[in-house]
Antibody, heavy 120, light 111 residues
Protein backbone atom coordinates (compact mmCIF):
# COMPACT_ATOMS: atom_id res chain seq x y z
CA UNK A 1 0.00 0.00 0.00
CA UNK A 2 1.34 3.38 -1.01
CA UNK A 3 1.76 5.74 1.94
CA UNK A 4 3.00 9.31 2.11
CA UNK A 5 3.37 10.80 5.58
CA UNK A 6 4.26 14.46 5.98
CA UNK A 7 5.76 15.99 9.10
CA UNK A 8 7.48 19.14 10.24
CA UNK A 9 4.64 21.64 10.12
CA UNK A 10 3.88 24.05 12.92
CA UNK A 11 3.71 27.67 13.98
CA UNK A 12 6.53 29.94 12.82
CA UNK A 13 7.05 33.68 12.89
CA UNK A 14 7.23 35.73 9.69
CA UNK A 15 10.74 35.58 8.30
CA UNK A 16 11.37 32.24 9.96
CA UNK A 17 12.23 28.85 8.52
CA UNK A 18 10.73 25.39 8.58
CA UNK A 19 11.67 22.05 7.02
CA UNK A 20 8.94 19.68 5.93
CA UNK A 21 9.52 15.98 5.40
CA UNK A 22 7.53 13.35 3.56
CA UNK A 23 8.19 9.67 4.29
CA UNK A 24 7.23 7.39 1.42
CA UNK A 25 6.50 3.67 1.48
CA UNK A 26 4.77 1.02 -0.57
CA UNK A 27 6.38 1.90 -3.90
CA UNK A 28 9.83 2.32 -5.45
CA UNK A 29 10.35 5.92 -4.36
CA UNK A 30 13.47 6.43 -6.46
CA UNK A 31 11.52 5.79 -9.66
CA UNK A 32 8.92 8.53 -9.31
CA UNK A 33 8.74 12.28 -9.59
CA UNK A 34 7.42 14.02 -6.49
CA UNK A 35 5.74 17.32 -5.78
CA UNK A 36 4.63 19.60 -2.97
CA UNK A 37 1.15 21.13 -3.21
CA UNK A 38 -0.35 23.49 -0.65
CA UNK A 39 -3.81 24.66 0.30
CA UNK A 40 -4.41 27.83 2.28
CA UNK A 41 -7.30 27.68 4.76
CA UNK A 42 -10.59 27.72 2.86
CA UNK A 43 -8.80 28.13 -0.47
CA UNK A 44 -7.94 25.99 -3.48
CA UNK A 45 -4.93 23.88 -4.35
CA UNK A 46 -1.67 25.57 -5.30
CA UNK A 47 1.27 23.68 -6.77
CA UNK A 48 4.53 24.55 -4.97
CA UNK A 49 7.42 22.49 -6.31
CA UNK A 50 8.50 19.47 -8.37
CA UNK A 51 11.53 17.22 -8.24
CA UNK A 52 12.45 14.51 -10.73
CA UNK A 53 13.10 10.93 -9.66
CA UNK A 54 16.86 11.45 -9.58
CA UNK A 55 16.65 14.95 -8.14
CA UNK A 56 18.37 16.47 -11.14
CA UNK A 57 15.39 18.53 -12.35
CA UNK A 58 13.52 20.92 -10.08
CA UNK A 59 10.76 23.46 -10.62
CA UNK A 60 9.15 26.02 -8.31
CA UNK A 61 6.05 28.16 -8.34
CA UNK A 62 6.88 31.84 -8.77
CA UNK A 63 5.39 32.53 -5.33
CA UNK A 64 8.09 30.49 -3.56
CA UNK A 65 11.04 30.74 -5.94
CA UNK A 66 14.19 31.83 -4.12
CA UNK A 67 12.73 31.03 -0.69
CA UNK A 68 11.85 27.33 -0.81
CA UNK A 69 14.13 24.40 -1.68
CA UNK A 70 12.89 20.94 -2.59
CA UNK A 71 15.14 17.90 -2.18
CA UNK A 72 14.93 14.15 -1.82
CA UNK A 73 16.93 11.29 -0.34
CA UNK A 74 16.16 8.16 -2.33
CA UNK A 75 18.12 6.01 0.11
CA UNK A 76 15.78 7.13 2.89
CA UNK A 77 12.61 7.20 0.75
CA UNK A 78 12.09 10.78 1.80
CA UNK A 79 11.09 14.09 0.24
CA UNK A 80 11.84 17.45 1.82
CA UNK A 81 10.84 21.09 1.54
CA UNK A 82 13.07 23.69 3.16
CA UNK A 83 11.08 26.88 3.61
CA UNK A 84 12.89 30.12 4.41
CA UNK A 85 11.77 33.75 4.71
CA UNK A 86 8.27 32.59 5.47
CA UNK A 87 5.36 34.98 4.98
CA UNK A 88 1.81 35.03 6.28
CA UNK A 89 0.61 34.02 2.82
CA UNK A 90 2.58 30.77 3.09
CA UNK A 91 0.12 29.61 5.76
CA UNK A 92 -1.40 26.42 4.38
CA UNK A 93 -1.67 22.68 4.59
CA UNK A 94 1.26 21.27 2.66
CA UNK A 95 0.80 17.96 0.84
CA UNK A 96 3.43 15.79 -0.77
CA UNK A 97 2.11 14.13 -3.89
CA UNK A 98 3.43 11.29 -6.03
CA UNK A 99 3.30 11.84 -9.74
CA UNK A 100 1.65 9.23 -11.94
CA UNK A 101 4.25 7.53 -14.10
CA UNK A 102 4.73 9.23 -17.47
CA UNK A 103 1.83 11.61 -16.80
CA UNK A 104 3.24 14.99 -15.85
CA UNK A 105 1.33 16.98 -13.26
CA UNK A 106 -1.00 14.08 -12.48
CA UNK A 107 -0.86 13.05 -8.81
CA UNK A 108 -2.13 9.60 -7.91
CA UNK A 109 -1.22 9.54 -4.22
CA UNK A 110 -1.24 12.31 -1.64
CA UNK A 111 -0.18 12.48 1.98
CA UNK A 112 -2.53 13.60 4.72
CA UNK A 113 -0.90 17.03 4.82
CA UNK A 114 0.95 19.05 7.44
CA UNK A 115 -0.22 22.48 8.54
CA UNK A 116 2.17 25.41 8.41
CA UNK A 117 1.06 28.58 10.18
CA UNK A 118 3.08 31.75 9.73
CA UNK A 119 2.09 34.29 12.35
CA UNK A 120 3.59 36.49 15.03
CA UNK B 1 0.49 31.49 -14.39
CA UNK B 2 -3.25 32.06 -13.82
CA UNK B 3 -5.41 29.35 -12.35
CA UNK B 4 -7.72 27.42 -14.65
CA UNK B 5 -11.30 28.71 -14.53
CA UNK B 6 -13.97 26.56 -12.89
CA UNK B 7 -17.49 27.47 -11.73
CA UNK B 8 -17.55 28.13 -8.01
CA UNK B 9 -20.44 25.78 -7.40
CA UNK B 10 -22.73 23.29 -9.07
CA UNK B 11 -25.59 21.25 -7.69
CA UNK B 12 -27.78 18.33 -8.63
CA UNK B 13 -30.23 15.86 -7.19
CA UNK B 14 -29.44 12.21 -6.53
CA UNK B 15 -29.51 10.21 -9.74
CA UNK B 16 -29.02 13.23 -11.97
CA UNK B 17 -25.93 14.15 -13.99
CA UNK B 18 -23.80 17.23 -13.62
CA UNK B 19 -20.87 18.64 -15.57
CA UNK B 20 -18.05 20.81 -14.25
CA UNK B 21 -16.07 22.85 -16.75
CA UNK B 22 -12.41 23.83 -16.58
CA UNK B 23 -11.21 26.52 -18.97
CA UNK B 24 -7.60 27.27 -19.68
CA UNK B 25 -5.53 28.31 -22.66
CA UNK B 26 -3.64 26.78 -25.55
CA UNK B 27 -0.57 26.67 -23.28
CA UNK B 28 -2.19 24.27 -20.85
CA UNK B 29 -5.58 22.56 -21.30
CA UNK B 30 -5.72 23.14 -25.04
CA UNK B 31 -2.14 22.16 -25.71
CA UNK B 32 -1.77 18.94 -23.78
CA UNK B 33 -3.82 15.90 -22.82
CA UNK B 34 -2.49 16.02 -19.27
CA UNK B 35 -5.69 17.22 -17.65
CA UNK B 36 -6.60 15.68 -14.30
CA UNK B 37 -9.54 15.95 -11.91
CA UNK B 38 -9.43 15.61 -8.13
CA UNK B 39 -12.14 15.10 -5.53
CA UNK B 40 -11.62 16.53 -2.06
CA UNK B 41 -13.89 15.97 0.91
CA UNK B 42 -13.63 18.39 3.86
CA UNK B 43 -10.49 17.85 5.91
CA UNK B 44 -9.20 15.17 3.55
CA UNK B 45 -6.46 15.00 0.96
CA UNK B 46 -7.41 15.28 -2.72
CA UNK B 47 -8.13 12.06 -4.59
CA UNK B 48 -7.32 11.55 -8.26
CA UNK B 49 -10.53 10.83 -10.21
CA UNK B 50 -9.50 11.38 -13.84
CA UNK B 51 -6.11 11.66 -15.55
CA UNK B 52 -5.08 12.30 -19.16
CA UNK B 53 -8.44 13.97 -19.83
CA UNK B 54 -10.60 10.85 -19.65
CA UNK B 55 -8.82 7.98 -17.91
CA UNK B 56 -10.06 6.65 -14.58
CA UNK B 57 -7.65 5.21 -11.99
CA UNK B 58 -8.50 1.79 -10.65
CA UNK B 59 -11.32 1.98 -8.13
CA UNK B 60 -12.96 5.14 -9.43
CA UNK B 61 -16.59 4.46 -10.43
CA UNK B 62 -17.44 4.70 -14.12
CA UNK B 63 -20.03 7.32 -13.15
CA UNK B 64 -17.12 9.73 -13.41
CA UNK B 65 -15.99 10.67 -16.91
CA UNK B 66 -13.84 13.36 -18.46
CA UNK B 67 -13.57 15.04 -21.82
CA UNK B 68 -11.95 18.00 -23.53
CA UNK B 69 -12.79 20.37 -26.35
CA UNK B 70 -10.33 23.07 -27.29
CA UNK B 71 -9.22 24.93 -24.19
CA UNK B 72 -12.01 23.57 -22.00
CA UNK B 73 -12.04 20.27 -20.14
CA UNK B 74 -15.10 18.82 -18.44
CA UNK B 75 -15.87 16.38 -15.66
CA UNK B 76 -19.24 14.67 -15.79
CA UNK B 77 -20.72 12.76 -12.88
CA UNK B 78 -23.74 10.67 -13.74
CA UNK B 79 -26.12 9.01 -11.30
CA UNK B 80 -25.23 11.49 -8.56
CA UNK B 81 -24.88 10.04 -5.09
CA UNK B 82 -24.76 11.76 -1.72
CA UNK B 83 -21.11 10.81 -1.26
CA UNK B 84 -20.18 12.72 -4.42
CA UNK B 85 -20.73 15.97 -2.52
CA UNK B 86 -17.23 17.45 -2.35
CA UNK B 87 -14.90 20.00 -3.89
CA UNK B 88 -13.54 19.19 -7.34
CA UNK B 89 -10.35 20.56 -8.85
CA UNK B 90 -9.01 20.33 -12.36
CA UNK B 91 -5.34 20.60 -13.21
CA UNK B 92 -3.24 20.72 -16.33
CA UNK B 93 0.36 20.43 -17.34
CA UNK B 94 1.59 23.66 -18.89
CA UNK B 95 4.40 24.66 -21.16
CA UNK B 96 5.41 27.44 -18.80
CA UNK B 97 8.26 27.12 -16.32
CA UNK B 98 5.77 26.58 -13.53
CA UNK B 99 5.07 23.09 -14.86
CA UNK B 100 1.37 22.96 -14.10
CA UNK B 101 -1.68 24.77 -12.82
CA UNK B 102 -4.83 23.97 -10.82
CA UNK B 103 -8.33 25.29 -11.25
CA UNK B 104 -9.92 27.33 -8.50
CA UNK B 105 -12.19 24.48 -7.45
CA UNK B 106 -15.91 23.74 -7.70
CA UNK B 107 -18.13 22.87 -4.77
CA UNK B 108 -20.62 20.16 -5.71
CA UNK B 109 -23.78 20.04 -3.64
CA UNK B 110 -26.05 17.02 -3.88
CA UNK B 111 -29.53 18.31 -3.08
Amino acid sequence: EVQLVESGGGLVQPGGSLRLSCAASGFTFSSYEMNWVRQAPGKGLEWVSYISSSGSTIYYADSVKGRFTISRDNAKNSLYLQMNSLRAEDTAVYYCAKELELRPFSFDYWGQGTLVTVSS
Amino acid sequence: QSALTQPASVSGSPGQSITISCTGTSSDVGGYNYVSWYQQHPGKAPKLMIYEVSNRPSGVPDRFSGSKSGNTASLTISGLQAEDEADYYCSSYTSSSTLGVFGGGTKLTVL
